[in-house]
């Protein structure tokens, strides 16, 4: 019964909240990491969750209870990073009442997340965009402070403006089609694919999504929430939310309702290449080693994009591979930027050096997550990266292809030059009491580096279980 990924978080809030927040304070961590390892264990052990019959959940919701491999791709992202951000936050965030808070704001979103994964029709998509940007605004500046809620604000702001064109978009489409499920908007599109109203509705659809994805230049709100907003929001924000919110949903509006179009895919090409190369270059100039992460995540979301304009099963295989793959070391970036902002409170990269000396667990998987974004063999990174070149430069865009190749030395030199400013080198005068950040960090982090290596290693089990039978859909 694939809805009760949304029915689940739903009643763990309300059990949260039931019985006051004092008498359930203790058990947040605990009831909302469970939430997260459940729905792990459904993606991997139990092939017949996936298939049955939700009944009157089913009939009341419009859902359907079968669940493809693009779905489950990201039914196994989502809680994935879910959990990191819960571990990551019980050691950064003090008091147990703000934690509370938190792990009930962490829950939602992870319900909105899996609603929009499960929705087949634009409107449920939009209510459950709408419950997971909610969520958002109000982690974005759970830290309270001046940044922080001026990150919010932008994200606020620019998803209003994001969700104004969303709703136009569905409205158009209901005038054509006559409803909002993807079979029936599918047929009209391509019975009238030259109507006035139905191109209107693409190209709104697509600019609302660009802005929820951080794409270039819709950008302006996410090096601020990103690099502002408390450092296990930014795990949560950056592994996963943009994805699911804006590049999840385009991927799935494109391979399932919108089709293949040579206008669609010529701004796809055009964004994603755009994403690529500002993102990286912007990346390179930065010292605060958490807004260097937000553009670094602008050019690699602009290579998903690369890959979904290809429209090749390769591309488009790569691009499903790349955002599961960047939701995992990205979320382990993000980690990292955690345990050093809480070990030596700063995040300006020109006052940090040495130390790995004195923390040889962040060091190390920090290298390892660089590797993986650089697209270095053999971690997962470069068989996502590979697919995608090739899938574009087979789709006949060449020049794309080798944009791609080059935009990937420029990840390689960010990353090292952030490596060398915080990790190699000798120690910084002041860091000499310096340890290593506490196990609800560096736990996470390791097995986050050992699934990115594990990942490049076990690429064709990988290809075979969940990527290839994406062709499925197509």
Not at 10 to 25: D, P, R, S, T
Not at 103 to 115: K, S, V
Not at 276 to 305: C, H
Not at 423 to 434: N, Q, R, S, T, V
Request: contains cysteine; hydrophobic residues 55%.
């Amino acid at each position: 019964m694939p809805i009760t990924l949304v029915v689940g978080p739903l009643l763990g809030v309300l059990i949260l909240n039931l019985f006051g927040k004092k008498a359930m304070n203790g058990l947040a961590f605990t009831l909302a990491c469970a939430i997260a390892i459940a729905q792990m264990a459904l993606v991997l052990a139990f092939p017949g969750f996936w298939t049955a019959d939700a009944g009157f959940l089913t009939e009341i919701f419009g859902w359907d209870a079968g669940v493809d491999s693009l779905a489950k791709v990201m039914f196994l992202a989502i809680p994935l990073v879910t959990a990191t951000a819960l571990m990551v936050g019980r050691q950064v965030i003090g008091g147990a009442d703000r934690f509370f808070l938190f792990a009930n704001l962490t829950i939602l979103a992870m319900a909105g997340m899996n609603g929009i994964v499960l929705a087949n029709d634009l409107f449920t998509i939009y209510v459950f965009l709408e419950v997971t940007a909610v969520a958002s605004y109000i982690l974005i500046s759970f830290g309270r402070g001046r940044d922080a809620l001026e990150g919010a604000f932008k994200y606020l702001l620019l998803s209003s403006v994001a969700t104004a064109m969303l709703l136009t978009a569905i409205g158009l489409m209901i005038s054509i089609a006559g409803g909002t499920s993807f079979a029936l908007i599918s047929d009209a599109l391509k019975s009238q694919p030259n109507h006035l109203y139905a191109q209107l509705s693409l190209a709104l659809f697509v600019a609302g999504l660009f802005i929820k994805s951080g794409l270039v230049p819709f950008h302006g709100w996410l090096p601020g929430a990103y690099s502002e907003a408390p450092s296990p929001v930014s795990v949560l924000l950056a592994g996963i939310i943009t994805k699911t919110t804006g590049v999840y949903t385009l991927v799935r509006l494109v391979i399932t309702v919108f089709g293949p179009h040579p206008t669609t895919q010529g701004l796809l090409l055009a964004f994603g290449a755009i994403s690529i190369v500002v993102g990286a270059i912007a990346a390179l100039t930065q010292n605060d080693f958490k807004r260097m992460l937000a553009y670094s995540s602008i050019s690699q979301v602009g290579y998903i994009i690369l890959g979904l304009g290809g429209g090749t099963e390769i591309a488009i295989a790569g691009a499903v591979l790349h955002l599961f793959n960047h939701a995992v070391f990205k979320t382990l970036l993000f980690v990292n930027a955690s345990a050093v902002e809480q070990q030596t409170k700063t995040r300006d990269m020109n006052r940090l050096g040495g130390l790995s000396n004195r923390m040889p667990v962040t060091g190390t998987t920090s290298t390892i997550a660089f590797l993986s974004t650089a697209g270095i063999p053999p971690f997962s990174g470069f068989w996502s990266k590979l697919l995608i070149i090739v899938g574009v430069w087979k789709a006949g865009f060449p020049g794309y292809a080798i944009l791609g190749i080059a935009a990937s030395l420029l990840t390689l030199a960010y990353f090292l030059a952030m490596q060398r400013k915080m990790f190699f080198g000798k120690l910084m005068i002041g860091f000499e009491d310096l340890k290593e950040a506490g196990a609800w960090i560096t736990i996470p982090a390791i097995l986050l580096a050992a699934l990115t290596f594990g990942l490049g290693v076990a690429a064709p089990w990988l290809f075979e279980t969940f990527i290839i039978p994406i062709r499925s859909i197509l």
